[in-house]
């Protein structure tokens, strides 16, 4: 059965590794037979959570940005899967301000069940996401209908666009997500 998969890309840069790899991902996904969206975050305006905790109340932000309608995506899809650069080991700031400002989903009927992440870096090892893993893992567990189901990291990747002359990523990439 087709699942409905919301790809979150948090990248400030067009073309970026981690959004050429999540694009590969999604690629991947579509030929599995999902419903994909792909979700720029980049030109998106998404003001910082204030703390307010009106939203466990009313269901919804008091802020008026973009967010109220990002947040609906995120409510009836199946499948999260989030996407970031790795700035000094850990997701990029616009996508933490994201997550946070998915609180109104806590008191909600949330369809997603599964989250994954995806992260592109200069260095290339094991550890080099885990503090963004442990983000994500952070934000799943306030969902406890959801389940963290893995990573997908590129590393090595040090300058814009580096991807392309990684086809063994991409190839990984596609992999990943006709599996998801």
Do not use: W
């Amino acid at each position: 059965m087709a699942r409905n998969i919301l790809i979150v890309s948090s990248s400030l840069r067009a073309g970026s590794n981690s959004e050429l790899i999540s694009k590969e991902v999604e690629r991947g996904a579509l030929s599995a037979g999902n419903n994909v969206e792909f979700l720029s975050l980049k030109d998106r305006k998404i003001e910082f959570c204030i703390g307010c905790l009106k939203c466990q109340k009313q269901g919804k932000c008091i802020l008026k940005d973009d967010m109220s309608e990002l947040i609906e995506k995120v409510n009836i899809a199946d499948t999260l899967v989030f996407s970031t650069p790795i700035y000094y080991y850990e997701m990029s700031g616009l996508l933490k301000t994201f997550l946070d400002r998915c609180n109104p989903l806590y008191i909600r009927d949330y369809h997603f069940r599964e989250v994954y992440l995806i992260t592109a870096s200069a260095e290339n090892s094991q550890t080099v996401y885990q503090r963004a893993k442990s983000g994500i893992e952070g934000f799943v567990e306030c969902f406890p209908n959801a389940e963290f189901k893995g990573v997908f990291s590129g590393g090595g990747l040090t300058n814009p666009m580096e991807i392309k002359t990684h086809d063994e990523i991409l190839e990984r990439a596609f992999v990943f997500g006709t599996k998801i």
